[in-house]
């Protein structure tokens, strides 16, 4: 490129930077007489003295008055009144690209063990804004994700977007895991989101196992981790699976868990001073998430299937974060305790349970028998305590007399083994042969 080529742009460069000094810390929030910047913005603030010295990392979250308020992604230690914080007018981006396929990292990018980066990784931030909806693709084909009642009665779509809903301890990640492994997406991209330290390594040794980690990326921040950093740990998973995606991919996403980004969200409001609203949380929460997951789903160039898990307090489905993420996704999933109490797994409430374009992507034949086998399920729930009394007197009614003698075969079905692989077409081959003529 000639020198004269080079003028506009040496034109538009900034050559000066901009410096701050931190005023007080308030919380988990420093308050910082400038430098000029923008809200999403990274700042670097200067610690310790002369060999001592390091950089914390902080973006812009606020302002009050002519302050700037910032929030760290590590901890406030060593910051002091007075600490030089430098301006870098730009947002968190991170490096990533194939040759880090198999790694677990932390929202900033970096693996967990300490190893360096590979060479030849791209630049991407964060932050990207969803796709413009009339140029996402129809989702008009089915994709495989190895769990028979899922592939057969809930059956999914290449760039669908599934909650999974369930109180703690009934099998989310051990679900999560089983689809890792046996989907036919090209990679999978996993956020472990407010995840107790402990169970992260059990998550990818017992649940993800060597095969499913292969083939994934793992994000992490665990419940420790500042309230930054777990909204980071949402967000540049979702960033991972955008760049596969715009590589022609189709991608699998799995978060555990949105609602801890949702926690994590009212703590980052309350602390600049958002009013709380409905159960505590802030307004930016409901401004986030649908922010957050219209991002997934397909575009002109690939798919991101998405699987969001949503913790319900005291299995109520009706709670605020809940209730707003079913809203916006393509359907929900369903663990019911009282099922995971019984030793049936996966514990999904088929009855409670959605694919919303199930109907959109599979043949007439498959709907019917999948209709068929929700009727005679809720038909022997219905009446079961009759039948278990004994009140119940066979030949009353033809679709109960049905119900109990295909009950032992219906939840056989519904029953797969963590470490068994079962093809989708297997899936719906058995569900035919179960139902029988329609």
Aim: hydrophobic share 40%; charged share 25%.
């Amino acid at each position: 490129m000639k020198a004269k080529e080079l003028l506009p742009f040496i034109s538009e460069l900034d050559t000066y930077k901009k410096y701050g000094r931190v005023k007080r810390v308030v919380g988990l929030m420093i308050e910082s007489q400038g430098p000029e910047s923008s809200i999403g913005d990274v700042c670097h603030i200067h610690v310790g003295v002369k060999s001592k010295k390091k950089i914390i990392r902080a973006e812009v979250v606020g302002f009050k008055e002519e302050n700037i308020i910032l929030m760290p992604y590590t901890e406030l230690n060593e910051i002091a009144p007075g600490c030089l914080v430098e301006a870098t007018m730009r947002p968190l981006e991170f490096k990533i690209g194939s040759a880090m396929i198999g790694s677990v990292i932390d929202p900033l990018g970096l693996p967990l063990d300490g190893s360096g980066l590979p060479k030849g990784l791209a630049t991407v931030g964060t932050e990207r804004v969803p796709p413009n909806p009339m140029e996402r693709p129809p989702i008009n084909e089915s994709i495989e994700v190895g769990v028979r009642l899922i592939d057969s009665l809930l059956t999914v779509g290449k760039g669908q977007r599934v909650g999974i809903f369930a109180g703690s301890g009934v099998g989310k990640s051990t679900l999560l895991g089983m689809i890792a492994r046996n989907t036919t997406a090209d990679i999978n991209v996993i956020g472990l989101i407010g995840e107790r330290g402990r169970e992260v390594r059990e998550f990818i040794e017992r649940d993800l196992g060597p095969e499913g980690l292969s083939r994934s990326i793992v994000v992490v921040a665990t419940s420790d981790s500042p309230a930054l950093m777990r909204i980071k740990g949402a967000y540049t998973a979702t960033a991972i699976a955008e760049y596969f995606r715009d590589k022609g991919l189709n991608v699998m996403l799995m978060m555990d868990s949105v609602t801890r980004v949702a926690m994590a969200q009212r703590e980052i409001g309350l602390a600049v001073g958002e009013p709380p609203t409905t159960k505590g949380y802030t307004p930016s929460v409901f401004a986030t998430l649908p922010k957050l997951l219209e991002r997934t789903g397909t575009n002109q160039l690939g798919t991101i299937t998405a699987f969001y898990t949503v913790l319900v307090d005291g299995d109520d489905m009706n709670e605020p974060i809940a209730d707003t993420v079913r809203g916006i996704l393509d359907g929900h999933f369903v663990l019911d305790r009282s099922l995971a109490n019984k030793g049936q797994y996966p514990a999904v409430n088929v009855l409670k349970s959605i694919s919303r374009l199930m109907n959109q992507i599979v043949d007439e034949e498959h709907v019917k028998c999948a209709e068929k086998f929700r009727e005679m399920l809720a038909k022997y729930i219905e009446n079961e305590d009759l039948i278990n009394i004994g009140a119940y007197k066979r030949g009353s009614s033809k679709e109960i007399d049905e119900a109990i003698r295909k009950y032992p075969e219906i939840i056989s079905f519904l029953k797969q083994a963590v470490d068994e692989p079962v093809s989708k077409q297997d899936s719906v081959n058995r569900l035919i042969s179960l139902i029988g003529s329609v």
